[in-house]
Every structure is written in C-alpha cells, then in structure tokens.
C-alpha cells in the first residue's frame, strides 16, 4: 500500500498543471569532434571534478565486432582519455551506481569498475536483440531495454529478469523512485507499481532516444535520433528546441548537468558531441 501510495504521488507531481507553458531555448556552448560513432553521453557528478561518459560505437551498431568503448571528456568538451574503455562492441546507454558503470552492449549489460577502469562482467539478457538504454535507481535497480523485442529488462544483484514487455519500440528509460519513464515511439510513458503505462506526453515527430528529467518537477528534455530534441512540461505539453533532420544532424542519447543546466547530445553520423546551455 505505501508503494502504491508513493507511485500515486509522483504521478500527480509530473501531472501538475503548471501556470503558463514558458518558451525554451538551446545554446550551443562547445562541440568536440573525433568520437567515432557517439550513442550515448553520461554527466557524472563527480563531487570533485564531474565529467562525462560518452559511449563509442565505432562500427555497426548490431554487430558484436569489439571495437566499441568509452570515452572520458571534461564538462567544457576537451578530450580526458579517448580509449578510457576499450573492447565493447556496439556500447549504447549508459547508468552508474556507486562505483559500477552499466552499458547496454547489444545482448548483454557490461559492468564497469569506475575506479578501476576495467570491465568486470558482461551481463547476458535472455532473449536480447538490441539493448538500447539503461538507468538505475537509488537502490541500485538496474533497468535496459530492448527496442527490437519490445521490452524492459530489470537486474537486480546482477541477476537480469523481464520487467515489461509489448511496449512499442521502448528505448529512452528513466528511473524515479520505484516508478519508471519509458520513451516508447513517438510516446512518453510512466510505470508505477502495477506496470500499467501512463502516457506523460505525446505526438514526437519520431520515436524517442533520450530522456533526461529536469530540476523542475515533472519536466523532461527528450531526444529523438534522428535529430530532434524536445523540452516537455509537466501538463504533457512538448516545445521543438533542436530540429536537425534536414541537416542530417543526429541526436542520440543525451546527457544532462542538472548544475549548469547544461544539456549533452551525441550527434552520431558527425562524430561530435554538442553541448548547449539549456535557457
């Protein structure tokens, strides 16, 4: 009852009406470039120097070829280490806890020493076709999703089962408490307690990559990959901030600077990360 209860209250918290639907805007701050084939950017705040994670593919994004890993950049866009972590293969989101790195590697999750800058396991997902994004809650609750089955995967103790399935494309995950933000397609979904979705907002031109909750309750920035990057208020309402679809600019899984608000996007096909000053 007190889980229920709880998942009740977040839910009218993200449904809160606000006053008016404030108009936003996106400033381009820096841009680093030579990252081959960038899928996700993950902000650290590290309590004396944050930084971010950014996932490579370098190569197909389905096939297990060993060239993927992970690059370590400074919040003002320079270069820590380009080969911070090596011998993934097609690494896309990514969710600390502690001092555990998760990374969703095609049909597995790959587990990280931060500390150590080694990999420490893979995590095999029975069934997985393509793992897409992962996130974690307080506790230490690891979720992935599948984009190709339709499902969202749960890892508890390093111990994987399925969380939901027949969600429509899921991808972009965000956990909350005991709930979960699903982007399914073109949709923003909330999961409380009875797995039973709540459609937060809607009508995305494309199918939702990215998910990153503000410090203003309720709102999200979300990216599409194909170039598209939205702020969503807490009454549902979307406002188009990045459209670079003509340009062929991708914008894959982003990060967020809940400090700085400062927002991280990985622009695929170019091979550079962008970082814009969220007004």
Request: proline content about 5%.
């Amino acid at each position: 009852m007190k889980y229920w209860i709880y998942t009740l209250s977040m839910v009218g918290v993200l449904l809160g009406a606000l006053p008016a639907f404030a108009q936003h805007n996106l400033k381009q701050l820096w841009q680093t470039p030579d990252l081959p084939t960038p899928e996700s950017v993950l902000y650290v705040a590290d309590k004396d120097d944050p930084y971010l994670f950014v996932s490579l593919i370098d190569g197909e994004g389905n096939v297990a070829d060993g060239k993927g890993g992970v690059a370590k950049l400074a919040t003002d866009g320079s270069v820590i280490e380009k080969d911070w972590l090596v011998g993934l293969d097609a690494p896309k989101g990514m969710a600390i806890f502690e001092n555990r790195l998760y990374v969703a590697d095609i049909t597995a999750v790959a587990v990280v020493d931060i500390k150590a800058q080694k990999l420490l396991k893979k995590i095999p997902i029975e069934g997985a076709v393509f793992l897409n994004d992962v996130t974690v809650n307080s506790t230490g609750v690891v979720y992935v999703s599948d984009t190709r089955t339709n499902k969202v995967h749960r890892i508890v103790d390093d111990v994987p089962s399925l969380y939901l399935e027949n969600v429509a494309n899921a991808n972009g995950l965000k956990a909350f408490g005991p709930s979960l933000v699903v982007g399914a397609g073109p949709e923003l979904l909330l999961f409380g307690a009875d797995k039973k979705p709540l459609v937060l907002a809607k009508g995305f031109a494309q199918g939702i990559d990215g998910i990153e909750m503000l410090a203003k309750r309720g709102e999200f920035i979300v990216s599409c990959w194909p170039g598209l990057v939205y702020y969503v208020s807490a009454d549902g309402k979307i406002q188009i901030l990045i459209d670079s679809q003509a340009q062929k600019i991708n914008t894959a899984d982003i990060g967020y600077d809940p400090n700085t608000n400062q927002v991280f996007v990985p622009n695929f096909f170019k091979n550079t990360v962008t970082a814009y000053q969220l007004n």
